[in-house]
């Protein structure tokens, strides 16, 4: 059984300050999972997790973060200018972009961060736009040499990102010959992975790639970025990642593989979203309208603007009718947003206990990916953002959006 972070007491306190619906983020739940990776991969010495901001763009949840030693992954121009409010600088920025305009290259060499080019011909475009740093990283696509796919992102012959095998010998001997000393191996290539190995087979791969790399250039390969991709338990029969167990098979192949080569010193990096952030967020909405036609339908005041996955992907999202954890799920609704768009569902034929008019829902696993995606779609504001501290008290960390933020960029009268 899923059980919120929070309950129903505190619930009916926040929602007194604060009106449904709005992303609730657990800070307890942050920090403690934040230490559990850092365990995890303790024995290598420079280790580090750069959060994917992408996930969760929010200056309270990064500055978190960097207290518990993580750095930030950055994709654009406003996740860079965000991270830098947040206090990160130089190598605590990493870089992944693609299709990147020249504005976001010249500001990631301004703030010193790392930056991880998605293609050869990036090269010559960073060299023009903002000088090339000393220091740099390539991202890999294997094509058909990395088997393991999932729904999110398929094979990686099919995905637009990253160098091939061959660009990625030619890159390194041209970046060396450009007088670039330090270099970074990348690759993302599944996304929302909840089986142990996905990680150390990317790893043993990207070691290996490496090797021969080291071998073929004679480029000082600084470190590894092993990225994102680690899944967490969506539906109540999953499992969750056995970080431990991941960090533990990591260090195994990178004792088997580096070692000997004399890459003993290698640094791995992270860039995690999902597994940091997923299950430390949920969206609290009130049940506002009921419906019975051909289904039984149950109107919240969220909707798929605030989040966006079960729209986009049928992805399942547990939901908990509060105060009511343990009353039989004796009734089949479709819980549904008021967009005029039919895949607006939350949920579909989803056993639940009875609801009534009022009745606050927690949906789970928001943390990541969820507000972030939101939208503006039929004119829908976007929610707000609370933090539950530690101590058990509410913090606002972002408001909601107002009309006047719909308009904000239109010159009208209303
Ligand atoms: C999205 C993304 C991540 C994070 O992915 P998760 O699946 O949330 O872990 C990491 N690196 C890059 C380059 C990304 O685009």
Not at 193 to 222: H, M, P, S, W
Not at 307 to 322: N, S
Request: glycine letters at 8%.
């Amino acid at each position: 059984m899923k059980k919120p972070f929070v309950t129903h007491a505190q619930l009916k306190e926040i929602v007194k300050k604060y009106p449904t619906p709005f992303h609730l983020y657990d800070e307890k739940g942050i920090r403690e999972n934040a230490r559990r990776l850092k365990k995890a991969f303790a024995w290598n010495r420079n280790f580090k997790e750069y959060f994917a901001v992408k996930a969760t763009p929010n200056p309270v949840i990064l500055k978190i973060l960097r207290e518990e030693g993580c750095g930030v992954d950055c994709s654009s121009y406003t996740e860079l200018l965000m991270s830098e409010s947040a206090g990160f600088r130089g190598d605590e920025i990493m870089f992944s972009s693609n299709v990147t305009p020249k504005e976001d290259f010249v500001l990631a060499r301004k703030l010193g961060a790392i930056i991880n080019l998605d293609d050869i011909t990036h090269i010559r475009f960073l060299e023009d736009a903002a000088g090339l740093p000393s220091k740099i990283c390539c991202r890999y696509n294997p094509g058909k040499a990395f088997e393991m796919s999932n729904a999110i992102m398929s094979s990686p012959q099919d995905a637009k990102y990253g160098f091939t095998r061959q660009q990625l010998t030619e890159g390194f001997r041209v970046l060396l010959d450009k007088g670039v000393r330090e270099f970074g191996l990348h690759a993302f290539l599944a996304s929302n992975t909840i089986e142990n190995e996905y990680y150390v087979k990317l790893a043993e791969f990207l070691f290996k790639t490496a090797v021969e790399l080291k071998q073929e250039t004679g480029a000082d390969i600084r470190f590894i970025n092993l990225s994102g991709g680690i899944g967490i338990p969506y539906r109540p029969e999953q499992k969750e990642v056995d970080i431990l167990s991941v960090g533990e098979g990591v260090r195994r192949a990178y004792q088997k593989i580096l070692v000997p080569e004399g890459m003993g010193d290698v640094a791995i990096y992270t860039e995690l979203g999902r597994y940091m952030l997923g299950p430390y967020g949920c969206l609290v909405t009130t049940a506002t309208h009921e419906k019975h036609i051909y289904k039984d339908y149950i109107g919240v005041d969220a909707c798929a603007a605030n989040l966006m996955r079960p729209a986009m992907y049928g992805a399942y999202h547990h939901i908990t009718v509060m105060g009511k954890e343990n009353e039989k799920p004796g009734f089949r609704y479709d819980i549904t947003g008021g967009l005029c768009e039919n895949n607006d569902k939350f949920a579909i034929d989803r056993m639940l206990p009875e609801i009534d008019m009022g009745d606050l829902l927690v949906i789970h696993d928001t943390g990541a990916h969820g507000f972030a995606m939101g939208y503006n779609y039929n004119g829908k504001l976007r929610s707000a953002e609370i933090l539950l501290k530690e101590d058990g008290s509410a913090r606002l960390i972002r408001r909601a959006e107002t009309p006047e933020d719909y308009f904000a960029t239109l010159d009208i009268k209303y």
